[in-house]
């Protein structure tokens, strides 16, 4: 093609090559660019995690160094002493997530049942979705107030009563209950995370194929079997997602653990008496902590992002499980 | 139209004018940043507003009360200008601040407050129930754990029969507090099977962990038989029925602006680092403690240092008493105050102080 060009006589004109370059260059850097930025973002957000982790370990050096493993199962958290341990705060931790999980999966599996097999009209499914999705915007700090003041009260007798009867087997256990407890705190999260479960596992089912359903149908199967045997089963992977993000809510809640766990730093099976979160014990001892306090403090951080990586990793094999059963 | 444009040329000249003479005066504005103890920060903030309405406007001081604790690091760190502590510089907090400036802190007092029993009991109304040492010291141990005990009527004879057959519910801080720090010096100094020792957040062997002042408020509303520490001017603001107690003399006494003054009128050291665990004279009100404002012995800024000094003055004069008095915190007695104006005009300047 050049060489035709330079055949008829005239110099080849270099800039015609530099002007398809120019042409095809904008939308192209743009190209080039949106990805280097996309990139440039992830590896922001990667770095942010990276460097709260390096910082917190670093900050927890101290207490690491003192403490050692000791601190997992050691339950006393004297700061005239120095003598720190998170044995009971990994307990109340913990067990107020599940007992949360207790209330929310099947409050959260119904609603989302409810709102997407059609048993009410539109005009009812609607309302109850817009209002399921502003319980998550009540602040925590509101919902412990009501647990405050309209929970604690509301439940006193029955927890009484439950006490009573029951206090044989240890988690209902102890003298009669008072007013925070572990239990409470669940309560309140088991409804500030219901939300979480309920709007995944209501997508979940609407993006199941319709031809599941109308199939199990066809082969005449009841509302209730086909609901049970082949909805649930087939969103099975979204629905346990949706649990395990509702469990990383759940251990990560300060606010209502600080408010409602009565702060005891002291070891109770029973989960009417008080007791103490990770997440409530760091908001509450942050401010007027001493030098090898906040260490400790910061180590207690440590262990709960360990707990939440835990349970990360475990829901990420249990929902690749559910996937291959799928298939 | 023509009228209009010069008016509203007229009128934009006049704004930047306005605006000119407004930066100017912001410029002449000293700002003073403080940091510490929550306790006292309803006083500070009201000494402060007032000293900026009615005495010197240019003088601008803000206060965050993010904690004792968390109020001496930022004085160590240099991040403010002073702090505010409920305990005194102690520990490895002192050692970081000898090292890093080469002298001793300068705390001083600027005030008090007491702290009192505030309890929930249906039929026993403010001031009716009477604690004895022993008693209040087997409360807070979990030792007396009924209303209805034999140790609570001795010293109540007159209420013994309206005593209510209820566990004790004990209330205490959950978050670090130097409210805790007086509390549990007392229980130190007057407890003998009180082992947790005293700090700004102990291993308590009982009860319910509350969140700040109102926080313990709350829970003891919300719990018939609870019985809990709170700020005396926190009882006064909630209204919170509250027991007379035992001093070191043997006597009962009841909270009073006196009664809790002279508890703190005693000889101070020279670091200004009073405790007055328990009180001794015949009416003294046993639970009182101070707190302290931290500064540097030498600031770089001569017209900041003035100011600072000038403000912190004006707080134990005859109207910053007044605001003390009337929030219910304990003003400093007379001797005290010539000692802490000489200790202020002894701070220096120097330009290349550290920070």
């Known amino acids: 093609m050049t060489s035709a060009a330079t055949g008829y006589g005239s110099p080849p004109n270099p800039d015609i090559d530099v002007d398809i370059e120019k042409k095809a260059s904008p939308s192209r850097a743009v190209d080039v660019g949106f990805v280097r930025l996309t990139l440039a973002l992830a590896g922001f957000a990667g770095i942010i995690l990276i460097w709260v982790i390096l910082q917190t370990t670093e900050a927890a050096l101290p207490a690491i160094q003192q403490f050692g493993l000791g601190f997992l199962v050691t339950a006393r958290w004297n700061p005239v002493e120095n003598i720190y341990g998170v044995l009971p705060q990994i307990y109340g931790s913990l067990m107020t997530s599940l007992v949360a999980l207790i209330f929310a999966i099947p409050l959260g599996i119904g609603t989302a049942i409810f709102l997407t097999e ?154 009417m008496q008080p007791g103490s979160t990770i997440t409530a014990l760091i908001a509450s001892q942050f401010g007027e902590a001493g030098r090898l306090q906040v260490s400790a403090l910061m180590y207690a951080g440590v262990v709960l992002m360990v707990l939440t990586l835990l349970v990360n990793i475990v829901a990420e094999i249990i929902i690749r499980k559910f996937q291959n059963l799928e298939q | 139209m023509r009228t209009l444009f010069s008016a509203s040329l007229f009128s934009l000249t006049a704004l930047t004018v306005g605006l000119l003479t407004a930066t100017s005066a912001q410029a002449q504005t000293v700002q003073i940043s403080g940091a510490g103890a929550t306790f006292p920060a309803p006083l500070l903030q009201r000494w402060f507003d007032a000293y900026n309405r009615t005495v010197d406007p240019t003088v601008q001081v803000s206060y965050q009360s993010v904690g004792s604790g968390a109020g001496l690091e930022q004085v160590i760190n240099g991040a403010v200008d002073f702090g505010v502590s409920e305990a005194p510089f102690s520990g490895a907090r002192l050692e970081s601040f000898r090292a890093k400036y080469g002298y001793e802190p300068l705390q001083l007092p600027l005030g008090g407050g007491a702290i009192e029993f505030a309890y929930n009991l249906p039929d026993i109304k403010d001031g009716e129930l009477i604690l004895k ?88 509303k919300q719990e018939p038989g ?85 403000t912190l003055k004006w707080t134990q004069g005859p109207e910053g008493q007044a605001i003390t008095r009337e929030l219910d915190y304990i003003p400093m007695p007379e001797a005290a105050i010539q000692r802490i104006f000489a200790e202020l005009d002894a701070i220096t300047v120097n330009p290349n102080a550290v920070r």
Not at chain 1, 130 to 138: G, M, P, S, T, Y
């Open chain 2, 133 to 220: 040492r022993e008693t209040y010291c087997g409360i807070v141990t979990g030792e007396i754990t009924r209303w209805d005990d034999n140790r609570i009527k001795a010293d109540n004879p007159d209420i013994a029969n309206r005593l209510p057959p209820l566990d004790i519910t004990w209330v205490h801080r959950s978050d670090g507090s130097g409210t805790t720090f007086v509390f549990t010096n007392h229980l130190k100094a007057v407890c003998p099977n009180w082992t947790a020792g005293a700090g700004t957040s102990v291993e308590w062997p009982v009860g319910i962990g509350a969140q700040g002042n109102e926080g313990v408020a709350a829970t003891i």
């Open chain 2, 226 to 310: 609870a019985i809990g520490y709170v700020n005396q001017s926190y009882a006064k603001l909630e209204n919170m029925a509250t027991a007379r107690l035992e001093n070191k003399a043997g006597n009962i006494v009841e909270f009073s602006t006196e009664a809790a003054t002279s508890a703190l009128d005693a000889p101070i050291p020279d670091d200004f680092a009073l405790l007055v665990p328990d009180p001794e004279g015949p009416n003294d009100y046993p639970i009182v403690g101070l707190f302290w404002v931290m500064l540097y012995r030498e600031y770089p800024d001569q017209e900041k240092l003035t100011k600072l000094v000038e």
């Open chain 1, 118 to 271: 059609g048993f009410a009209p539109k005009w009812v499914t609607a309302p109850i979705g817009f209002a399921i999705e502003l319980i998550v915007a009540i602040p925590s700090v509101v919902l412990g107030l009501w647990g405050i003041f309209v929970l604690i009260p509301a439940v006193r007798p029955i927890f009484r009563a439950i006490n009573q009867t029951l206090g044989w087997i240890p988690f209902f256990g102890g003298p009669a209950p008072r007013g925070p407890s572990l239990l409470i705190v669940a309560m309140v999260l088991g409804i500030m995370i219901s939300p979480i479960i309920i709007s995944i596992t209501r997508s979940t089912f609407e993006s199941l194929p319709r031809s599941l359903k109308e199939g199990a149908l066809a082969l005449g199967a009841t509302r209730w079997e086909t609901i049970l045997t082949v909805m649930i089963p087939a969103g099975l992977s979204g629905i346990v997602s949706s649990i395990m993000l509702a469990l990383g809510r759940a251990l990560g809640e300060t606010m209502v653990a600080a408010m409602l766990s009565g702060n005891a730093n002291r070891i109770n099976i029973s989960l």
